[in-house]
């Protein structure tokens, strides 16, 4: 079946202005995570949703970060005002959903959207 | 709290030999473990994961790991190395338990294997 799939690929972006990022998971799966990739930090968490909630946000960076998901699918990550700092890959992943062992763990990545901030 | 330390960043080996990729944890419960492959302009894919089921685990590729509670560690390995295993290889953890029962992911910082002719 599809995988999860990420738009836009690639993004330039001027400092200070606005954008956003979609990831579309798996059909079927209830949890949805979002990763940054940077050349300085790794890949680090950013926020988990199951279904449309978000329990742990603790990873977005700042207030200007910010992330939603509509009918238990769909998920936009909006970074506003961004800096050169921003720039990275950042990644979406899905999985079955919320509890431990098994098919429920494994988690499933995008190919990621490359953001790059002049 | 939880940390995954990849030993090597960088690991070249000849093509045919045996592959060895390092990887000590810390985690204050019972963690699951996975090993991701990251080719160069593609997403993560997932090798293999331990969960708490048999210690030796094998994964895609001829690819394995052992998990082993008393070291602390779970080293990736591979008997005979292929060129197209040549990508960076992360070693993650996740502990349900400790991050209040949904599955976020520590990742460590990334092992890039080399492979030669």
């Known amino acids: 079946g599809a995988g999860v799939s990420q738009s836009p690929s690639n993004k330039v972006t001027e400092k200070g202005k606005d954008v956003e990022l979609r990831c579309d998971p798996i059909?079927?799966?209830?949890?949805l995570y979002w990763y940054r990739q940077s050349l300085g930090q790794g890949l680090e968490f950013l926020i988990y949703f199951q279904g449309n909630s978000a329990p742990d946000k603790s990873g977005l960076p700042s207030d200007r970060f910010s992330a939603e998901r509509t009918g238990g699918s769909v998920s936009t990550l909006t970074i506003q005002r961004t800096q050169q700092e921003d720039s990275a890959v950042y990644l979406c992943?899905?999985?079955?959903?919320f509890g431990v062992g098994g098919a429920y763990e494994t988690q499933y990545f995008g190919p990621g959207t490359r953001l790059l901030v002049l | 709290a939880q940390s995954v330390t990849q030993l090597d960043s960088h690991v070249s080996v000849s093509e045919g030999t045996p592959v060895l990729l390092r990887c000590n944890y810390s985690s204050s419960y019972s963690p699951s473990l996975f090993w991701y492959v990251q080719h160069p302009n593609k997403g993560l894919q997932l090798l293999l994961k331990y969960t708490s089921a048999a210690t030796l685990v094998k994964g895609i590729n001829g690819f394995e790991a052992e998990f082993k509670k008393s070291e602390t560690s779970f080293h990736l390995t591979k008997p005979s190395a292929h060129m197209s295993d040549a990508a960076e290889y992360f070693c993650v953890v996740s502990d349900p338990l400790f991050s209040g029962g949904y599955n976020k992911l520590i990742f460590g910082a990334g092992t890039r294997l080399a492979v030669h002719p």
């Open positions: 992943a899905s999985s079955l959903g």
């Open positions: 059909s079927g799966h209830t949890a």
